[in-house]
């Protein structure tokens, strides 16, 4: 049994790394994941991949704003120290709508980003998890599980068939960056 | 995308028939809203005659406003060099088209309003810029260089007349490339889109400003031309999802899917909130200040027989498209945008009647015959002449550029 964890298909061209996907899945072969350096429309539903939860923590994070926004302003304008502005009461609602919606788009905002990052690992300092470097630049991967799917001589044929340029066989999940 | 080619089997030089049900109904909503006018001018009532013209002028300038927005979207489409709405364009275009119609309608409106003193009367009656006059009102006479009868009549002219030109340019120029093919008409359109939208957006306030601020001419808001403008667009994507449903519905426009609508469906979202941050930011701006001579705009819709419609208005236009299309799946079904695009343009119904009636029958207002009527009148009026005019032309336009990327469209 090698100690082969990842197996990598690399492809030049976004069309043939779809069609190298086809070619796998006809075969029943699990694919792991797929990197490409630019958005690849319709692959998230040949994958099956799930959508994204992102929009639950923006309306978290947006809800989060608006209690904070209007918290802050009831807290200074109205409780700690009021003040008469034009004869206004101090509790008016319609000064706390520009500020209370702005706080609400910045804390969501900010929530997402950060989000974003924890997901992908992508915080400063972190070290990115990258399973095939070229990835990021020019070249359209697909990830299989080695152990998952044991046929390798058929994985290869396959992603050689649909054109991969090169196939590699990963003993390590991340390459470093070393 | 490269040679990843999609086959497809549809028929773009299918056309709309337009027959039976659909044609007989929108003749009987003229002729309905032929006789709800009539009953409203003859009547010997004048506070009914003018409620009547209150209401012409209110459907004759949603039905331009929403024509307007279909050479906007036209427009707009071309200078962005948008791809996904290449297949359904065709209904902006129609809409585009029959821009003069809807122009000249208006203009007859505002005029027959001038003539007989039923609209506009509070900045042309007799006496208001004459300083030995006992109606004189000094408000009034300082904005009469700009705000007379002579000069309000020109600017609607060549307003309207110019939106109507560029609008028909861009329907032609679709039809023609139709013919024959190449990127002629593609690029012409694109420049013409950007010489329009920069005369369409320095200009529609200020055809707003004449046209409805203008009732209550001692008030203004330099708010109020994008406020409408926010209004024109919301509604005019709303009609565009509308009629793209309902062809659908008829068993036409098969490449048009989810994916198209779920874009149409963020327009109308995003522009509704963009519609309330533009309302909400005059009236912060004029509740702030507290100046008597902006306040009165806001008091005279806060009399009881304003007060329902007016917070009304914000909910409907507002809170509505907020919860009924935050979700993705909303964004993606017929049935959820038709209900929200028909509740939008009632809506915005209610937006322009909070912007006409106090300043044209005030207290007189009411909500019967002469309403409804009228806009099921106009509603006809526009249904006929638009889907007359869609079933006149193949439905897609074949020779689009970005056709092929239209139809592969995803989000």
């Known amino acids: 049994m090698s100690n082969t964890k990842y197996i990598l298909g690399s492809f030049a061209d976004p069309d043939e790394m779809m069609a190298g996907i086809d070619k796998l899945q006809k075969n029943n072969i699990s694919i792991y994941d797929c990197f490409t350096p630019m958005p690849i429309h319709g692959i998230e539903a040949k994958l099956g991949v799930a959508p994204s939860r992102l929009p639950y923590a923006a309306f978290g994070f947006g809800a989060l704003g608006t209690v904070l926004g209007f918290s802050l302003l009831y807290y200074t304008m109205v409780h700690d120290w009021p003040m008469n502005i034009g004869g206004k009461p101090s509790f008016a609602i319609p000064n706390f709508v520009p500020v209370t919606f702005e706080v609400t788009i910045l804390i969501c905002a900010l929530g997402m980003v950060a989000t974003f990052f924890y997901r992908n690992h992508l915080f400063p300092g972190r070290t990115p998890r990258v399973m095939d470097l070229r990835a990021t ?13 044991t046929d390798h001589a058929l994985i290869d044929g396959l992603l050689k068939e649909a054109g991969a340029v090169e196939v590699k066989y990963n003993d390590r999940k991340y390459v470093s960056y070393e | 995308m490269g040679n990843h080619s999609h086959h497809h089997s549809y028929n773009f030089d299918e056309r709309f028939e337009f027959a039976g049900k659909a044609k007989m109904f929108s003749i009987i909503a003229v002729v309905v809203g032929l006789a709800a006018i009539a009953f409203g001018l003859l009547s010997s009532e004048h506070v009914i005659v003018e409620r009547t013209y ?3 002028l209110l459907m004759g300038y949603y039905f331009t406003c929403v024509c307007a927005a279909g050479a906007f979207f036209c427009a707009l489409q071309f200078v962005t060099q948008s791809a996904w709405s290449a297949g359904l ?9 029959i821009l003069p119609i809807a122009s000249v309608i208006l203009l007859v409106i505002c005029g027959l309003g001038l003539t007989t003193h039923n609209l506009y009367h509070h900045w042309n009656a007799d006496g208001l810029t004459d300083p030995n006059s006992p109606n004189y009102d000094a408000l009034v006479a300082g904005k009469s260089a700009f705000l007379n009868v002579p000069g309000f009549l020109i600017r609607q002219v060549i307003f309207m007349g110019t939106y109507s030109i560029f609008a028909i340019t861009f329907a032609k120029l679709s039809y023609k490339e139709d013919l024959e093919g190449g990127l002629t008409s593609y690029k012409k359109s694109f420049k013409l889109s950007a010489i329009f939208l920069v005369i369409f957006g320095f200009t529609t306030p200020i055809w707003s400003f004449d046209t409805i601020m203008s009732l209550e001419a001692h008030w203004f808001s330099t708010m109020f031309g994008w406020y409408n403008f926010a209004a024109m667009w919301v509604s005019g994507i709303s009609v565009i999802t509308i009629i793209v449903i309902a062809l659908k519905k008829a068993g036409y426009l098969n490449w048009v899917n989810e994916n198209h609508l779920h874009d149409l469906g963020k327009l109308m ?9 533009v309302w909400f930011a005059q009236f912060i701006l004029i509740w702030y200040s507290n100046i008597p001579e902006e306040t009165v705009y806001f008091y005279k819709r806060w009399e009881p027989e304003y007060k329902p419609w007016f917070w009304l208005s914000i909910i409907i236009n507002f809170v509505a498209p907020l919860l009924l299309l935050v979700d993705r799946d909303a964004k993606r079904k017929q049935n959820s945008m038709l209900f929200v695009a028909i509740v939008l343009l009632c809506g915005h119904w209610l937006d322009y009647y909070i912007m006409i009636m106090p300043g044209t029958v005030e207290s007189h207002r009411g909500f019967g015959i002469i309403e409804i009527g009228t806009a099921i009148g106009f509603v006809g009026l526009f249904v006929f002449l638009v889907m007359n005019k869609i079933s006149k032309h193949p439905l897609a336009a074949k020779n689009h550029p970005f056709l092929d990327e239209s139809l592969n469209h995803q989000i």
């Open chain 2, 54 to 56: 209150a209401n012409l």
């Open chain 2, 89 to 97: 364009i065709r209904v902006p275009q129609a809409m585009a088209s």
């Open chain 2, 269 to 277: 979202f995003g522009f509704s909130i963009f519609w309330t941050y």
């Open chain 1, 137 to 149: 630049d020019d070249r359209f991967v697909i990830a299989i599980d080695a152990k998952e799917n």
